[in-house]
Structures are given as structure tokens and as C-alpha cells.
């Protein structure tokens, strides 16, 4: 993909959702110059799903980058995301809590996940049912290091819209439930490049956009 049509892509789709919708640019195998186009728009939040990458990236560009953790995380690696991590939105166990929490004290930082709440039926993806999120949930308080400040949910790969648009549906009823007694709860990431409108549609207020920035290619 050309480098000038990140930018055009990246706001196009920026101004077509609006301010309320915070965009992440997934830039997982995409180049320092890709994300420096972006960069250069005023863009600032980026999603990596490996945290060496990220972390590489993270030296090697600006420091104002917000840095989105969006894939999953192996508890020996959080010590390496912890310093400069924005957000995670993959958290998806007790254990993982425990170890962002613990890196966070170590680093002196308040570190804000989010839950992956698993929406799809597919066995491939990660997250938690409804009662291990409820679980993590009551246990917040136990952790000074981290701050759950909303949920993070995959729909099926699926070309059925409605099977789409009910687990979004899904995803945003429990957030509600949890939102009621839960001040800090605020962000609610779905929506990918395929399915993002019909996330918005639902209450999405993050969305998670690669190709449709980057192009399908690595460049």
C-alpha cells in the first residue's frame, strides 16, 4: 500500500465514526515508516498483538504513543509491557491479573486493562465467560496496580450480521450490569475492521482497525 493512503485511510474512517469512538490502529507486522504515517496525522494509539514487537516499537518511536496490548498475554512477558503499556485489553485470568498487578507496584504505575469477555462461540478465542469476568470484578479491590476499565470482546468470523450483532449485544448488557456499580468502567472495545459499524451500533466506544489503515499486505 502506498504510504499516503494510511493517512488518507486512517481519516477517513476517523472522521466517518466521530469523536466519540476512539480508533486503534492495529499495527502488528507493520513497519516504523507505516506507523510513522499514521503518526503524522495526529494519530496516536496503536494495537500490537506480540508484546516484543511492541516493545521494539516502542523504543525505536515518539514516546506520546498510547500502546494498546490487544492479543493475548503470557504472564512471564507482562514485565516487559508494564513500563509503558496505555492500556490492555486482553486480560483473561486471575493469574494475569495478579502478575499486571504485581509489575505495576513494581513500576509505580496505575496499569488500566480491560476484560476480554469471550462473545463467540469459536474455540479459538480467548476470554472469559460471564461469571470468571464477575469473578475478576470482586476481586478488583484487591489490586492497587490495576484499574479494569471496561470490557473487550471478538465476534465470529462469521458473515452472519446477526450472529455478529447478538454477541456485541451480549457484550454491551454486561457492561451495563457492571458499569452500575463500577465508576471507573468506560470503555467498551469491539469492532474490527469487517464488523466495526455494526460494534458502534451497539455502544462500542473503541474500535480496533488494521487493514482497513495499513492495507492487507505488510509493508
Given at each position: 500500500?502506498?504510504?499516503?493512503?494510511?493517512?488518507?485511510?486512517l481519516?477517513?474512517i476517523?472522521?466517518?465514526?466521530?469523536?466519540?469512538v476512539?480508533v486503534?490502529?492495529?499495527s502488528?507486522?507493520?513497519?516504523?515508516?507505516?506507523?510513522?504515517?499514521?503518526?503524522?496525522?495526529?494519530?496516536?494509539?496503536?494495537g500490537?498483538?506480540?508484546?516484543?514487537?511492541?516493545t521494539?516499537?516502542?523504543?525505536?518511536?515518539?514516546?506520546?504513543?498510547?500502546?494498546h496490548?490487544?492479543?493475548?498475554?503470557?504472564?512471564?512477558?507482562?514485565?516487559?509491557?508494564a513500563?509503558?503499556?496505555?492500556?490492555?485489553?486482553?486480560?483473561?485470568?486471575l493469574?494475569?491479573?495478579?502478575?499486571?498487578?504485581?509489575?505495576?507496584?513494581?513500576?509505580?504505575?496505575?496499569?488500566?486493562?480491560?476484560?476480554?469477555?469471550?462473545?463467540?462461540?469459536?474455540?479459538?478465542?480467548?476470554?472469559?465467560?460471564?461469571?470468571?469476568?464477575?469473578?475478576?470484578?470482586?476481586?478488583?479491590?484487591?489490586?492497587?496496580?490495576?484499574?479494569?476499565?471496561?470490557?473487550?470482546?471478538?465476534?465470529?468470523?462469521?458473515?452472519?450480521?446477526?450472529?455478529?450483532?447478538?454477541?456485541?449485544?451480549?457484550?454491551?448488557?454486561?457492561?451495563?450490569?457492571?458499569?452500575?456499580?463500577?465508576?471507573?468502567?468506560?470503555?467498551?472495545s469491539?469492532?474490527m475492521?469487517?464488523?466495526?459499524n455494526?460494534?458502534?451500533?451497539?455502544?462500542?466506544?473503541?474500535?480496533r482497525?488494521?487493514?482497513?489503515?495499513?492495507?492487507?499486505?505488510?509493508?
Open positions: 500500500m502506498h504510504m499516503n493512503s494510511i493517512q488518507k485511510n481519516k477517513r476517523k472522521k466517518e465514526v466521530g469523536d466519540n476512539l486503534v490502529a492495529v502488528k507486522t507493520k513497519s516504523i515508516d507505516c506507523i510513522k504515517k499514521a503518526y503524522e496525522t495526529g494519530h496516536r494509539d496503536f500490537e498483538n506480540k508484546i516484543q514487537e511492541m521494539s516499537k516502542f523504543n525505536d518511536l515518539p514516546k506520546d504513543i498510547n500502546w496490548m490487544i492479543g493475548h498475554i503470557q504472564t512471564n512477558k507482562v514485565k516487559y509491557l513500563p509503558y503499556v496505555s492500556l490492555i485489553h486482553s486480560l483473561d485470568s493469574k494475569l491479573a495478579k502478575e499486571i498487578n504485581k509489575q505495576a507496584i513494581k513500576n509505580n504505575k496505575i496499569i488500566e486493562c480491560l476484560i476480554q469477555y469471550r462473545i463467540s462461540n469459536e474455540e479459538t478465542k480467548f476470554g472469559l465467560n460471564e461469571n470468571e469476568v464477575m469473578d475478576i470484578i470482586k476481586l478488583q479491590d484487591n489490586f492497587s496496580g490495576l484499574r479494569i476499565t471496561g470490557l473487550m470482546g471478538m465476534a465470529s468470523f462469521v458473515d452472519d450480521q446477526n450472529v455478529i450483532d447478538k454477541e456485541f449485544k451480549k457484550l454491551k448488557t454486561l457492561f451495563d450490569r457492571i458499569k452500575l456499580s463500577n465508576k471507573n468502567f468506560k470503555i467498551i469491539m469492532g475492521t469487517l464488523d466495526y455494526l460494534a458502534i451500533k451497539n455502544g462500542s466506544n473503541m474500535i482497525i488494521g487493514s482497513k489503515i495499513f492495507g492487507e499486505r505488510n509493508v
